[in-house]
């Protein structure tokens, strides 16, 4: 009987720091993934937690992991050689099918960067799947700015905008203010063909959506991506029901048609 | 075939049967109850017929013998981990007609919601049968009528406490053993067709009702204490929990426990930010689930009416008339269009 319990060990290859509490992680794993999709992370005798992939190729996968509690203190250990627990991959990810031949914008805030640095990177490598791509990137200061090399590398093929909710140390050269901001004033030529990913924390979600709708984005080209508390990954435990949508099954990316109606 | 068996032959055939299974029974444990100088009535392991609570209803339903509590899914030590086993044995459990219909709904999350098969689950589910006690009348609380789960499908064995034996209406291979204790009887099912409490179900229920003042109401009384989530015999929800052993860190368990949506905690996720904070909220979230979204999903209601959850509730909150309360709500939605 298969058990979609039983996670495999997957030895840690690579790890980069991002920020002073995000570590991006390589494992060695043998996946199919589709971007957006998450896995369930563990250490026996730590606990279990649903991580969504940043990037991943063949054999490897990626996960940027901020250090915010029990789980995730004791990965921020571990180095190359150490192993993690996983099991997935889990839910749905982007509808790339949706996004071809469109212009494609992306909203990211904070640490919603990591679930589409694996969209920026394919469509770096694909440039014409696209018919345009722009990235808009909000972090609270400049120290949290996820990324940074990929960044100036997603700058050469990409329109790359950066803000910072507040520069509290000074020097940032760069734009100051929330994303919606951004959005406000980014020129859409074609808001008829432009699709758009918005992905971060609840609130910058919440707003950077209307803010697209305002600038005439139709609904049904607005997708999301929701973070949850998911214990089990398919479906059983509850924890990530909102209506009648399980985020773990139906999402966590959800066309807005769909996410823009579910009331927690 | 029906037959008629006296307390002995009852047990007999108890006897025989706890060779190759372990039965489990709604007990009364005197003094045990939740405010003192009552009794408990919860599933046990049983031995005889004698310690059978035929009369009152439980507290707690079957649901905890097929998804325990807690469960043990990995044993683990540094290197490696293993899977506990159930056992050999089948399960036996003697329950009511709407706990038989909440195993039905219990196994659409298990083994059907996502499209994937809960492995756990399925291996306890497999081992059980039903002996379904006869309900010779409807609890106070009990809705089962309204819901359609007054009848059961799906038993082994139907059994009426009557005359100081037991007439059982026995299906599939059990009868060769019912025929060697008891003798042939005549024995027309009779399931409840009335309740006191009853219930309106609205067709639909949509956002309209989210926002209205009841939850708020709801809010003022509800302490969050999950009562009415672990009576409930459908909740299905959990948490995984890993745990070390004292005297030796290197080893210990990944396990689920019961989860709760009434209860603080249940949406909160790493770093803190959580959902449905306010009580009246997750009121809303779990009627929304038994009586619609689970329908959405299975074409049928998650709620089987057993009346459980008005029956523990501290603050007295009667999810019957909650569900009434939203049909009248949307009933007036339709009159005001």
């Given at each position: 009987?298969s058990?979609?319990y039983?996670?495999f060990r997957a030895?840690i290859?690579?790890?980069r720091?991002?920020?002073?509490v995000?570590f991006?992680?390589?494992l ?8 957006g999709q ?19 190729g063949?054999?490897w ?8 509690g ?7 250990h571990?180095?190359p ?11 749905r ?10 212009d494609l914008?992306?909203?990211?805030g ?6 589409v640095?694996?969209?920026?990177n394919?469509?770096g ?5 696209v ?10 200061t ?5 990324f940074?090399?990929e960044?100036e ?10 803000t910072?909710d ?8 760069g734009?100051?203010?929330?994303i ?8 859409i030529?074609?808001?008829e ?13 919440k ?6 709708i ?5 609904q049904?080209?607005i ?9 089990c990954?398919?479906g ?12 773990c ?5 959800l ?5 823009g109606?579910?009331?927690? | ?7 002995d032959?009852?047990n007999g055939?108890l006897?025989?049967l ?6 489990y ?9 939740a405010?003192?100088?009552t009794?408990?009535?919860a ?6 017929v004698?310690q059978?609570e035929?009369?009152?209803k ?7 013998i ?6 043990t899914?990995l044993y683990f ?5 293993a899977?506990p ?8 459990v003697f329950?009511?007609?709407c ?6 709904r219990?196994?659409e999350i298990?083994l059907?919601?996502?499209?994937r098969?809960?492995?756990y ?6 081992k059980?049968r039903?002996?379904v006690?006869?309900c010779?009348?409807s ?7 309204s819901?359609?789960t007054?009848?059961?499908?799906g038993y ?10 037991f ?5 599939g ?7 060697k ?9 009779r399931?409840i ?9 609205p067709e ?9 003042g ?5 809010a ?6 999950g009562r009415?989530t ?16 004292e005297?030796n860190?290197?080893?210990?368990e990944?396990r689920?426990v019961?989860?709760s949506?009434?209860?603080d905690?249940?949406?909160a996720?790493a ?15 779990k ?9 959405k ?5 998650m709620c ?9 509730c501290p ?7 909650a569900?009434n309360?939203?049909?009248a709500?949307?009933?007036?939605a339709?009159?005001?269009?």
């Open positions: 009987m058990n979609p039983l996670p030895a290859i690579e790890v720091r991002e920020t002073a995000d991006t992680y390589r060695e794993a043998d996946m199919q993934v589709a971007g998450f896995v369930e992370v563990s250490i026996p005798g730590v606990g279990e937690a649903p991580i969504s992939v940043s990037d991943f063949d054999g996968i990626e996960m940027t992991i901020r250090r915010v029990r789980l995730t203190n004791v990965i921020h571990l180095r050689g150490n192993s993690l627990f996983i099991r997935g991959t889990y839910g990810g982007f509808p790339l099918e949706r996004y071809a031949g469109k914008i992306i909203a990211a904070g640490t919603g960067l990591a679930p640095k694996s969209l920026l394919r469509y490598g694909n440039p014409g799947e018919k345009s791509l722009t990235l808009l990137a909000g972090f609270k400049p120290a949290d700015i996820l940074r090399d960044i590398r997603w700058r050469r093929q990409h329109r790359v905008e950066i910072v507040r520069d509290d140390a000074g020097g940032w050269p734009r100051v203010g929330l919606t901001g951004l959005i406000a004033r980014e020129p030529s074609q808001p063909n432009t699709v758009v990913i918005v992905v971060g924390p609840p609130a910058m979600m707003f950077s959506t209307l803010e697209f305002k600038r005439g984005i139709k049904e080209n997708w999301v991506s929701f973070e949850r508390k998911m214990c990954g398919i059983k435990c509850g924890h990530c029901k909102i209506d009648g949508a399980y985020v099954l139906e999402g966590p990316v066309n807005y048609t769909t996410a109606r579910l009331m927690d | 075939m029906a037959y008629w068996l006296d307390m032959s009852f055939i006897k025989e706890s060779a190759d299974n372990v039965v029974a709604p007990v009364k444990m005197t003094g045990k109850g405010f003192s100088g009794d408990l009535v599933y046990r392991e049983i031995s005889g004698e059978i035929f009369k009152e439980s507290r707690f339903s079957p649901k905890e097929v998804f325990p509590i807690t469960q899914l030590t540094e290197e490696e981990y899977v086993g159930t056992g050999e044995k089948g399960i036996i329950c009511r007609p706990d038989v219909n909440a195993f039905k219990l196994d298990f059907r919601n996502g499209g098969v809960d492995s689950y399925r291996e306890l589910r497999e059980v039903f002996f006690i006869e010779a009348e609890f106070d609380s009990c809705f089962c009528v819901m359609g007054n009848r059961a499908d082994d064995v139907f059994i009426r406490a009557a005359g100081g034996g007439l059982c209406d026995v299906r291979d059990l009868a060769t053993l019912f025929e204790f008891g003798g042939p009887a005549e024995m027309s099912l399931f067709e009335e309740n006191k409490t009853k219930v309106s179900i639909s229920v949509d956002q309209s009702v989210f926002g209205h009841i939850w708020r109401e709801y003022s009384r509800c302490i969050a204490c009415c672990v009576s409930c015999p459908t909740c299905s929800c959990f948490t995984m929990q890993d745990i070390f052993y005297d860190p290197n080893r210990g990944r689920r019961w989860a949506c009434m209860i905690g249940f949406t996720m770093g803190g930010h959580g959902f449905r904070e306010d009580h009246g909220d997750r009121m809303r979230f009627l929304m689930h038994k009586i619609s979204d689970f329908r999903r299975f074409g049928y209601n089987v009416g057993c009346g459980r959850c008005d029956d523990v603050e007295y909150i009667s999810f019957a008339r569900i309360r939203v049909d709500l949307m009933k007036e339709v009159e005001n269009v």
